[in-house]
C-alpha cells in the first residue's frame, strides 16, 4: 500500500495495531507484537502513544518482542535498542516491565547460542507474533539478517555487512566505532509471525523496495522472504515507492 508521506502510513499502522489490541482486550487475549528499531517505525510509537494519552489504549495485555539489538551492547549505551524503545515507546505506555522482551547485548558469548534458543521459545510460548513490525536495511536485511541468511533461521548471532556499518556510522560517530555483530531473529522467526508489516520511507530506500517486492526470491536479498508469506504487507510513501 502506498500514502502520501509516511505520517499518514504510520497512522494507518498505528491504528491497526491499537485495533488488534482493543479486539483481544474486549475477549481477555493477550496481544504479542514483534517491534522493530530504526528511524522507520518512530512515527508508528509516537501513534500509539497518542492513543494511548488520549483514547486510553491500555497495553496491559500486550507482550512484546524486538527484532534484534547490536553485540556487544550495553543496555544504557546511546545506541542500544533497548534504550531507543524505552525513549520512543515503553517510557510513554502502560506495558509491564516482564512483558517486554529485547535482545541482550551483554550476554558472554559462549552463552549467546542458548540464549537465542531461550528467545525463541519465549516467542513460542507467548503464543507466537500475532503482527510483525520491519523496516529495511539498504542490503535488503530485514531485522539483522543479512545477505546469505536462510530462510528458516533462527534467533542468533550475525556478522553485519559493511553497508549496514556504514549507514549507522553516525549513530556511532565514526564507522570503526559501530560493532561488528548483532543478535538477530531470524528470518524463520519472522516469517513465522501471523500478520507482517514491512515499512520503508524516502527515496534512499527505492532500489531496495523494487528488489524487495519485484525481484525474484533470493538470499542475497533476505526481504524478498516475505513474497513467501500469505499475510505480508509492505507499507510505502510515494518516494519509496518510485521505482515500481
Ligand atoms: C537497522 C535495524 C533494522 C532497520 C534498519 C533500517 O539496521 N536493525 O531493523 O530496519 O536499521 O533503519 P532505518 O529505519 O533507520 O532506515
Avoid at 7 to 27: C, P, R
Avoid at 200 to 216: F, L, M, R, S, Y
Amino acid at each position: 500500500d502506498i500514502f502520501k508521506d509516511a505520517t499518514t502510513a504510520s497512522k494507518h499502522v498505528g491504528e491497526e495495531i491499537a485495533n488488534l489490541i482493543q479486539e483481544n482486550n474486549s475477549v481477555g487475549q493477550t496481544t504479542v507484537l514483534g517491534f522493530a528499531t530504526g528511524s522507520t517505525p518512530t512515527q508508528v510509537y509516537d501513534e500509539l502513544i497518542r492513543m494511548h494519552n488520549e483514547e486510553g489504549l491500555t497495553f496491559q495485555n500486550v507482550i512484546t518482542f524486538n527484532l534484534d539489538e547490536y553485540f556487544p551492547m550495553e543496555p544504557e549505551s546511546l545506541q542500544s535498542y533497548v534504550r531507543f524503545m524505552n525513549e520512543h515507546l515503553f517510557n510513554h505506555i502502560d506495558i509491564p516491565e516482564d512483558q517486554v522482551h529485547i535482545p541482550d547485548g551483554t550476554i558472554a558469548e559462549e552463552d549467546v547460542a542458548e540464549y537465542c534458543k531461550n528467545y525463541e521459545q519465549k516467542i513460542q510460548d507467548a503464543g507466537g507474533l500475532d503482527i510483525q513490525l520491519l523496516g529495511i536495511g539498504r542490503t535488503g536485511h530485514i531485522g539483522f539478517n543479512e545477505p546469505g541468511s536462510r530462510p528458516n533461521s533462527g534467533t542468533r548471532l550475525i556478522t553485519l555487512d559493511g553497508i549496514t556499518r556504514k549507514d549507522a556510522a553516525s549513530d556511532f560517530f565514526g564507522e570503526e566505532y559501530v560493532p561488528r555483530r548483532a543478535i538477530t531473529m531470524g528470518v524463520g522467526t519472522i516469517l513465522d509471525a501471523d500478520r507482517i508489516i514491512m515499512m520503508a520511507w524516502g527515496e534512499g530506500k527505492a532500489p531496495i523496495i523494487k528488489e524487495t517486492v519485484e525481484g525474484p526470491i533470493r538470499e542475497r536479498v533476505p526481504a524478498t522472504y516475505l513474497q513467501k508469506h500469505n499475510n505480508a504487507q509492505v507499507i510505502l510513501d510515494e518516494a519509496s515507492a518510485e521505482n515500481l
